[in-house]
């Protein structure tokens, strides 16, 4: 059952990733940042699976079932020593991505079709611009809008703002690209965490299959305790 478990909770985590990665997903061109969920999510399809596969093997004391069983704990700790990896070398790439794909989407914003995702993503965050607010000036938006912000950088869509830079109190100023940088770094920093804990058990299981093995072959071998 604990495996079982162990199984929801992996993939829940990686669901999470990816779902997150999924709401800003025209800000991330580089879709090698999902490899670390696609690998927990597949960990934990290989937990439910072999799960029951343990237990029937431990409760049997079947020396073949337990090597099997600590193979697959092998492969599954192994997997998540990759995906610990993978975390840590998309967290340094996060921000060179964002970068050069938030300003290439902001100047081409048209408020329709594919650049809406910028709208959602300022009310979302409660962001406006890539660095901050005055980064909308150099895009076509605003000198085709008559020098004006989109409303989605709005703080209150029902107040009188215009999306006017000369109205800061009314539109949000910090920009969009720091605030995502720090959620889905954060969404990393999360998976990790609750990686190496799973990689530590792992760990500790691996070394409980071998002392069992072991128990075993010396019972079948005719050893007796001294103490028998």
Known sequence: M??????????????????????????????????PAAIIIGISVVMFI???????????????????????IMVIFAAEVAALVFNFIYQEKISEDLEHSMTDLFSRYDGQDQTRG????????????????TSWSNTTWFTSHNNTVPLSCCKNSTTSCTGRLDQPDLIYTEGCEVKLDTLLKGVLRYATLV????????FFGMLSVCVITCKTSSRRSGYQSLYA
Do not use: P, W
Request: charged share 15%; glycine share 10%; proline share 0%.
């Open 2 to 35: 604990r495996k079982l478990a162990a199984g929801a909770v992996l993939a829940y985590v990686g669901t999470y990733v990816i779902r997150s990665y999924d709401n800003f997903g025209s800000f991330i061109h580089d879709k090698y940042t999902l490899i």
């Open 195 to 202: 990686i190496l804990g799973f990689a530590i058990i792992k």
């Open 118 to 133: 910028v709208d959602i993503m300022q009310n979302q965050l409660e962001c406006c611009g890539v660095r901050n607010y």
């Open 50 to 72: 072999f799960g029951l596969v343990g237990c029937c093997a431990t409760i049997r004391e079947s020396k073949v079932g337990l090597s099997f069983f600590f193979l697959i």
